[in-house]
């Protein structure tokens, strides 16, 4: 009977998760020594982040090279990566802060897979995804060079959805069933 008012009551809190990838369309672009390369991505959806994450493909000797940056629409920023994995070259890596290993302690030539960043992407979680947001990579030595091929951000979203009448119909069909069940029981019970 209480599993069954647990289901009612959360019958009326129904969780909408909703998840969507956002793909830079600037890119590729080139890293140069010394240099700030910097890529916009816009974004037009107002939900609030639950959890994200971040892909992104470098082509770049000697990856200690570069500090890469993750800024919000409202300035928040997350540091990726800063100065890391020493001559390794080239990447094409997610950061995600549930990934069990981190970036920095993964290197590798034509580095793939999940990683956590040097920053939390936690920062970002409930904050809205509209707005520009700004990949700013700087590469703080000479004699290498290289690109960024792509980014993009996948965005996860978690927020109540108002009560909608399904959910009052089901919650009703739900009581009157219960009720039945305790009527049913009784006549039984009585016989």
């Known amino acids: 009977m209480k599993k069954i008012l647990l289901i009612a009551l959360f019958s009326f809190i129904i969780t909408n ?27 037009s959806d107002e939900m609030n ?4 994450n971040l892909n992104i493909q470098v082509n770049h000797t000697w990856t200690s090279d570069l500090d890469i940056t993750l800024i919000s629409p409202t300035g928040e920023s997350v540091l990726l990566i800063n100065d890391v994995c020493s ?3 080239n990447f094409n890596v997610t950061f995600d802060d549930e990934a069990s290993a981190f970036f920095s302690s993964s290197c590798a030539d034509n580095l793939t897979g999940t990683f956590k960043a040097d920053g939390n992407l936690s920062t970002f979680n409930g904050l809205s995804l509209d707005g520009v947001w700004t990949l700013a990579i700087y590469d703080d030595a000479g004699g290498d060079s290289g690109s960024l091929v792509a980014w993009s951000i996948e ?11 399904y959910s009052i119909i089901a919650l009703f069909a739900l009581l ?3 009720s039945i069940l305790k009527l049913r029981r009784k006549v039984y019970t009585a016989s």
């Open 87 to 89: 001559s390794n070259d």
């Open 176 to 178: 009157g069933g219960i």
């Open 17 to 43: 998760i909703y998840a969507e990838t956002y793909v830079s369309s600037d890119v590729p672009l080139p890293i140069s020594d010394f240099n700030t390369t910097s890529s916009s991505l816009v974004i």
């Open 49 to 52: 982040i639950g959890d994200l």
């Open 155 to 165: 965005a996860t979203t978690a927020e109540p959805v108002p009560f909608s009448i």
